[in-house]
């Protein structure tokens, strides 16, 4: 299901949650099991709500050992947008590939795998609670969000908060199950294997772009072409080179920025969008010396690779979705917290406007701030 698809989110929305009120007054809660074998963990769209949540998957499976000996299975239930994020995880997972909308060849796959607990990851759709409560789970976690009427059927129900950061939101699915707090967030995504990409190593200095977002928020989440092009001559008076990085969804996008530049301009521009696997494009963020990327799921995963990030954020907040890592700067639009998408679909008109407020100036400070120049 896909947070960019109206009728997906029409259909899981109002018949969703009559769905799932209806089986939360059948549902009687479950004792928490004492033996865990096999933990599942349900992510279906996102890359960067996947990674994030990386952190959780490791300490809560560790846990576990520590406190019964037995080392869980821990699988994760994913889409086919998001699957491929799984393999940086720092300890082994199995990848369960599913189509969220066919319900029932997804049960069919979690009652194969006999779950111990299954933790619903989503704070927004029901078709993953509806999924939870019928796959035969010994012990459901789940979130209860504002106005999403998910929560009915969980075993355990975790408060969620739209004032705080989401990790802060994971760390309560931790407390909730453990009854102590999860201080620090670890980080559970490893470093790709390191690979050499088309002699990009030798180009320095480097600042890679990612300009363009996924899902249906992507042109409020897009910076302007021109905001870009005027960022690229920034660098160039610096002898900086760019490289411009994105999806095959991205290209048009992309070329137009490459266009727009002069040809003694695009001498120091690769234009790469779309020609990288999700390893290539992790290890060239790792190798340039900075990342400059609006909010999408690939600037998570960068971030807590250690790629140094500079993430743009303008209708959406970086206090409540700001990536994590150990090199990561943010810059916001100015929009009132109060007032930026939550979970992608919400109807909010100053968000077209808000990423003009980010100048290219706030920018190449915000880069040059890892001592680059």
Known sequence: MKRSNRL???????????FIAAIGLLHKKNKRPKIIRNIGFVQPTA????????????????????????????ILYVGETNYQAASFFCDRVETRVVNFKNIISTLRAMRA?????????????????????LS????????????????????LVIPHSLQEHEAENLKRIYKGFFGDELGYFEIG???????????????????????????SRAREKAWPIMNWVELTRLLRQKNVQVVILGGSNDVLVCNMLFNFLSKDEK?????????????????????????????????????????KVVGLYGP????????????????????????????????CKSAKFAMTEITPERVFARISEFGLF
């Open 267 to 307: 001498f120091g521009v690769r234009n790469l969008c779309g020609r990288l696997s999700l390893n290539e494009y992790v290890n060239l963020t790792l190798l340039s010396h900075a990342l400059v990327s609006v909010d999408t799921g690939t600037l998570h995963l960068a971030s807590m690779c250690g790629a």
């Open 316 to 347: 959406t907040s970086s206090k409540r979705w700001g990536s994590i890592g150990m090199h990561t700067k943010h810059l916001d639009g100015g929009m009132e917290q109060d007032k930026t998408i939550q979970f992608g679909f919400e109807k």
């Open 47 to 74: 890359i960067g709500d996947l990674v994030m949540a990386s952190g959780l998957i490791k300490s809560f499976s560790r846990r576990i050992y520590k406190e019964t000996g037995i080392s869980p299975k821990v």
């Open 113 to 133: 795998d006999q779950i111990d607990i299954l933790i619903d990851l989503t704070p927004w759709a029901r078709v993953t609670a509806i999924i939870s409560a």
């Open 8 to 18: 997906d989110r029409f259909v899981d929305r109002y018949l969703g949650s009559i």
């Open 189 to 215: 995504i490893r470093k790709p294997d390191v690979l050499r990409i088309a002699d990009i190593s030798k180009i320095s200095p480097t600042v890679a772009f990612h300009p363009c977002a996924g899902g």
């Open 136 to 155: 035969l789970s010994k012990y459901t976690i789940g979130f209860n969000a504002q106005k999403q009427f998910k929560h009915y059927s969980f075993d």
